[in-house]
């Protein structure tokens, strides 16, 4: 929906799409906005939004994430909300950019309301645009993976379960150990891969512990991870973002999973 779209009394929201989303999974972000357009508002996709600064964030880059993060208030200026399929990035915006700002006091009140309105996706379906239920249908036993940012920084843990306990035909089964890290942390997986591929592996036995044969989150970082080390080890679980199942959108190849035969030539 442009943002030309006319008068939505309040409810327009400008949806961040994230990076991984956007270079890896479209079809969650087409997921978000029939979510969101179900549930009565009015989504807007900035063209010019950017990444949310958090890889030049967590590396000590103040000054470029600072440059990212100006662009992307800039790009959401006038919306209602701002939302995000992942709780690593709405973190990101809502947590850490006043802090980045701190030092900036004339600046400072701007990105304090700009964080005011950033939600994760889950969290602000259920808690700000009280859905209690969806419209969706799921054949299959599912496990949820807490992310660690969405969790600690956004307190998202009850909100996902209570939406995915509405979608019909899912059974859900709780995950050990749901709340420990997968091993993405972002950069942490790039720096220290051995300790990353041995907190995947505890994640992985967990899941199939549940006896589970999809593993679901709200972040594609984490997703993108447990899903290849699920490919390695020749897993039977498959890895979907939560709000695929939730908008009934499963159409789409699991996570990881080839969408054409070894080998076979694209025509």
Same mark, same amino acid.
């Given at each position: 929906?442009?943002?030309?779209?006319?008068?939505?009394?309040?409810?327009?929201?400008g949806?961040?799409?994230?990076?991984?989303?956007?270079?890896?999974?479209?079809?969650?972000?087409?997921?978000?906005?029939?979510?969101?357009?179900?549930?009565?508002?009015?989504?807007d996709?900035?063209?010019?939004?950017t990444?949310?600064?958090?890889?030049?964030?967590?590396?000590?880059?103040?000054?470029?994430?600072?440059?990212?993060?100006?662009?992307?208030?800039?790009?959401f200026?006038?919306?209602?909300?701002?939302v995000?399929?992942?709780?690593s990035?709405?973190?990101?915006?809502?947590?850490?950019?006043?802090?980045?700002f701190?030092?900036?006091?004339?600046?400072?009140?701007?990105?304090?309301?700009?964080?005011?309105?950033?939600?994760?996706?889950?969290?602000?379906?259920?808690?700000? =645009?009280?859905? /209690?239920?969806?419209? !969706?249908?799921?054949? %299959? &036993?599912? +496990?949820?993976?807490?992310?660690?940012? #969405?969790?600690?920084?956004?307190?998202?843990?009850?909100?996902?379960?209570?939406?995915?306990?509405?979608?019909?035909?899912?059974?859900?089964?709780?995950?050990?150990?749901?709340?420990?890290?997968?091993?993405?942390?972002g950069?942490?997986?790039?720096?220290?891969?051995?300790?990353?591929?041995?907190? =995947?592996?505890? /994640?992985?036995?967990? !899941?199939?512990?549940? %006896? &589970?044969? +999809?593993?679901?989150?709200?972040?594609? #970082?984490?997703?993108?991870?447990?899903?290849?080390?699920?490919?390695?080890?020749?897993?039977?679980?498959?890895?979907?973002?939560?709000?695929?199942?939730?908008?009934?959108?499963?159409?789409?190849?699991?996570?990881?999973?080839?969408?054409?035969?070894p080998?076979?030539?694209?025509?």
């Amino acid at each position: 929906m442009s943002d030309e779209s006319g008068d939505a009394g309040g409810r327009r929201v400008g949806l961040f799409v994230t990076c991984l989303v956007d270079l890896f999974r479209p079809s969650i972000g087409f997921a978000a906005v029939k979510l969101l357009e179900d549930a009565g508002y009015a989504v807007d996709v900035p063209a010019v939004q950017t990444c949310c600064g958090q890889p030049a964030y967590n590396s000590g880059d103040k000054a470029d994430t600072k440059l990212i993060a100006r662009a992307v208030i800039k790009a959401f200026a006038g919306f209602d909300y701002i939302v995000a399929p992942s709780g690593s990035c709405a973190g990101m915006l809502r947590a850490h950019y006043p802090e980045l700002f701190a030092d900036e006091p004339n600046f400072l009140p701007d990105v304090t309301r700009f964080a005011g309105k950033v939600h994760e996706l889950v969290s602000f379906l259920t808690d700000i =645009a009280k859905v /209690k239920r969806v419209e !969706a249908r799921y054949d %299959g &036993a599912a +496990t949820y993976h807490d992310s660690c940012s #969405g969790l600690r920084e956004l307190g998202v843990k009850a909100q996902p379960r209570q939406l995915l306990r509405s979608v019909a035909g899912l059974s859900l089964k709780e995950l050990p150990g749901a709340d420990v890290c997968c091993g993405f942390g972002g950069t942490f997986c790039i720096k220290y891969p051995d300790i990353s591929e041995r907190m =995947a592996s505890d /994640k992985i036995a967990d !899941a199939a512990a549940t %006896g &589970a044969d +999809t593993l679901l989150a709200g972040d594609l #970082g984490c997703l993108m991870n447990m899903a290849g080390k699920l490919q390695r080890d020749g897993a039977n679980i498959q890895a979907r973002h939560v709000a695929e199942v939730l908008a009934g959108m499963t159409h789409e190849p699991a996570i990881g999973v080839p969408t054409r035969a070894p080998g076979e030539v694209k025509r």
